[in-house]
């Protein structure tokens, strides 16, 4: 992992890898985390930011709400030839779910998916979020899954939309503090789904 990314830099590295991508361009995919920051999706309300205060605020392109990144916060970036592949969007986000799912049962943790609202929960709080961006028949963006972030800048968002969600965390629940060592089981569950035919 190559630690604490801006997001602003990291979000421009995949529009050009994306761009830049030829037919033959292996996936790739980037684990970091991310300095303090809110982020907006394209169809993003701004009733949704509700105190950022310091906080930079960046308009993104993927696709969802308001959401906040920050260091403890293990983010996963597919950068996938989704035709090469031969999947959509929506399969995408479900494989992202079921690995962060079956990473937290490694942790004795139970979590669960709602199609209504994608991103991963345990007892009706947030613990990973999804935004994702299709462009040129290749995917950017990802997922990010809470560890040992700071939970309180999640008090200035209506988190992805609803405004009576709150966010949880993996050290609060009895698993790992370091996203290290979460980030090895989390892409060994990624790349097993990726490969497992669709059912």
Known sequence: MPGLQDYAECWEKMKKFTEERKPGTPDEIWLLEHHPVYTQGLNGKKEHLLNPGRI??????????????????????????????????????????????????????RSYAKPEAPGVYVDSMKIASIGIRIRRGCSYHGMSLNVNVDLAPFEGINICGFPSLRATRLADLGGPRDCHEVAIPLVHQFLNLLDQPET
């Open 56 to 109: 930079p605020v960046i308009h993104s392109d993927r696709g969802g709400q308001a959401t906040y990144h920050g260091p403890g916060q293990l983010i996963l970036y597919p950068l996938l030839d989704m035709r090469h592949r031969r999947i959509g969007v929506r399969r995408l986000v479900t494989l992202l779910e079921r690995s962060a799912i079956e990473t937290l049962k490694q942790y004795g943790i």
